[in-house]
């Protein structure tokens, strides 16, 4: 080939072309290099493309002339207008032809762009990392085998790594594929979809949360993976398990206001005409109910109250002597008046224990007055007693009360202390014995209930005399409602509803 | 009115309380009355022959007064005597025991805290 073809092809290389000779003296230049170096005027390389007074410690020209190799290296360089440019710099001995190495060609290709690039996809991929890995919920992406591929900090750490593990194994603690599998069904069709879940953490923690799952694909649109979005809604679930409760509980002071009403009424009518009339009977009749029903607004404005506070207990010590004089002198009248043998007894050696002084007390009324009420309405017997006994051990105490009032059925029985409970012959609110039975648990205790409908009823209340370091009150499970327990009458009496003959 | 026109009013509530209140307003407004404790002796009651209408408070785990209005309704002598029930629940359990077609609805249906008025008016139109 011709010297002037080489030429051509040194002057419109699309890269910077320079020669050095063993001094590293530029000795030619192609016409790019020179537009944005300058002309190198029997300059250095360094002083050109980097304006040092001296040469680099690490110059691939150098390099080349001692070992006659090429070499490559990455160079940020200045152009004659102040731009700073990256480039990548290949080298080639230019040999006499006896081998000499006598000059070497510098190729350098600005790199700038790709460089750019570069940073920016590093930044994205950093970015993209710390949203993955620190998102407040759980992520992982599963391929199709439902193996798990990735996961973020809070997925890890909930629920162990997991990685090749199936989900199911891992959220469920399951062998098998969950039926419905929201992330097959988004494989299936590339749909995102959102479904509620419990699932358990690797600590045994059961949460409820809302997952999302949508579809990862590869450059060509198929889809690859699968990411599982989820969202811990326990707290809210929590939430709106106790809005409900509390929507029941106001449901059922409003069902025992409405009874409560009605009695006063009724008593209210009997003392009005029994005064016209200068009937004495019907009057004392009549002033008796008013006075009861305005008991029974007291009990449940208290049991409010105390629904509402649902505070802890406020330990401190106590003797059974105290509480069971007290009991005595604020029920003794009452059983009088009421024609109730009222007796108590303590049998326990040991006297002293821990409790909530108020609470206790409240409680053991409700329970007493709920068995005069229940000796009242019976008419069965001549006689009625009610006894209190106080008995127990060195680790507990426990607070007897027996009644040969009307006793229950086995169905009232079962949801005793449920919200809605009041049994017609007891006279308590349908708060009162759920709040007992609320006071005993929170201090650590237990209500038994034993009941034969037309003998009578024994409540027995233990808790431990010293308190262990505080485990909350559980929550109480509402299932029964006063609606549920009237329509289980109405079933049992005339078959379900639903089952009968459309209108013709 | 002569005694032998007095309508009899079968009460049938187990708070003692309330069966006096209402065999007094009954009993004040013209009618004979007879109480009974809970649905067995309300219907032995009834099947007794000389009512003319029940009142029958279902409340709560009264189970044996919406027993009691299954027989009544399925026994002969019975099933025409009018019964008005008295209830401590809302709107919802009326429509429940409207949509069970097996039985005839009540004559009338009360919500506590009765009205004694509307009572009245009630048993006054259904028995005169």
Request: proline share 4%; glycine share 8%.
């Amino acid at each position: 080939m011709r010297i002037d073809t080489y030429r051509d092809y040194f002057e419109s290389m699309p890269c910077f072309l320079s020669v050095q000779d063993r001094d590293l003296k530029i000795i030619a230049a192609n016409e790019r290099f020179v537009r944005n170096f300058g002309d190198p005027e029997d300059r250095y390389c360094y002083q050109v493309y980097k304006r040092r007074p001296e040469k680099c410690e690490d110059c691939p020209v150098e390099r080349t002339f001692h070992d006659g190799r090429g070499h490559r290296s990455e160079q940020l360089v200045r152009t004659l207008d102040g731009r700073d440019v990256s480039i990548l710099v290949n080298t080639a001995p230019i040999r006499t032809p006896d081998g000499q190495v006598t000059a070497v060609m510098e190729m350098s290709t600005d790199i700038t762009e790709i460089k750019q690039f570069q940073d920016q996809l590093r930044t994205s991929q950093r970015r993209y990392r710390s949203l993955f890995e620190d998102v407040p919920c759980y992520l992982s992406i599963q391929d199709r085998n439902l193996q798990i591929i990735e996961a973020n900090r809070q997925h890890r750490e909930a629920f162990g790594t997991g990685y090749g593990c199936k989900c199911y194994e891992i959220y469920k603690q399951r062998d098998t594929e969950c039926t419905p599998c929201i992330v097959r069904q988004t494989f299936a069709d590339g749909q995102a979809r959102e479904h509620e879940e419990v699932v358990t953490r690797r600590d045994g923690q059961k949460l409820n949360v809302m997952v999302t799952t949508a579809p990862i694909t590869d450059p060509d649109g198929e889809i690859e993976s699968v990411i599982e979005m989820s969202v811990d809604i326990t707290q809210l679930r929590r939430l709106q398990s106790k809005l409900s409760s509390v929507g029941m509980i106001i449901s059922t002071i409003s069902h025992d206001l409405k009874g409560l009403l009605n009695g006063l009424d009724g008593g209210m009518y009997l003392v009005d005409t029994g005064l016209k009339k200068g009937n004495q009977e019907r009057l004392d009749t009549g002033w008796e109910m008013v006075q009861r029903n305005v008991g029974r607004i007291r009990s449940t404005v208290l049991d409010i109250l105390y629904y509402a506070k649902d505070r802890e207990p406020d330990r401190q010590d106590l003797t059974a002597a105290a509480v069971v004089a007290e009991i005595s002198s604020l029920m003794g009248i009452k059983a009088e008046t009421l024609g109730i043998d009222f007796t108590t007894e303590i049998v326990a050696a040991d006297d002293g224990f821990e409790a909530d002084r108020q609470a206790l007390r409240s409680m053991l009324v409700n329970l007493i007055d709920n068995a005069f009420d229940a000796c009242r309405v019976d008419k069965q017997k001549q006689k009625h007693s009610v006894t209190l006994v106080v008995d127990g051990d060195e680790q507990e105490i426990s607070f007897k009360l027996t009644d040969n009032g009307v006793g229950m059925t086995q169905e009232v029985l079962d949801k005793a202390f449920t919200l809605f409970f009041s049994a017609k012959g007891s006279g308590g609110t349908g708060l009162g014995l759920f709040i007992a039975n609320r006071i005993v648990r929170a201090h650590g205790g237990r209500i038994d209930l034993e009941s034969e409908l037309g003998q009578g009823t024994r409540f027995v209340v233990v808790i431990p005399r010293r308190q262990p370091p505080g485990e909350p009150a559980e929550e109480l499970e509402e299932t029964a409602s006063c609606d549920g327990l009237q329509r289980a009458a109405w079933h049992e009496a005339f078959g379900d509803p639903e089952e009968t003959e459309p209108d013709p | 009115m002569k005694m032998a026109d007095k309508k009899k009013i079968l009460i049938v509530e187990d708070e003692p309380g309330e069966r006096a209140w209402l065999a007094a307003f009954f009993g004040d407004h013209g009618f004979d009355t007879e109480t009974a404790v809970d649905g067995e002796d309300g219907f032995t009651k009834a099947s007794g022959g000389g009512i003319d209408l029940i009142t029958l408070d279902i409340t709560m785990d009264n189970q044996s007064g919406v027993k009691m209005f299954s027989n009544l309704q399925r026994t002969p002598a019975t099933q025409n005597i009018p019964v008005i029930m008295i209830t401590g629940l809302a709107r919802e359990f009326k429509t429940f025991i409207e949509r069970t077609r097996q039985v005839k609805d009540p004559a009338g249906y009360f919500e506590k805290p009765v009205d004694r008025d509307e009572l009245l008016t009630k048993v006054r139109e259904l028995i005169g």
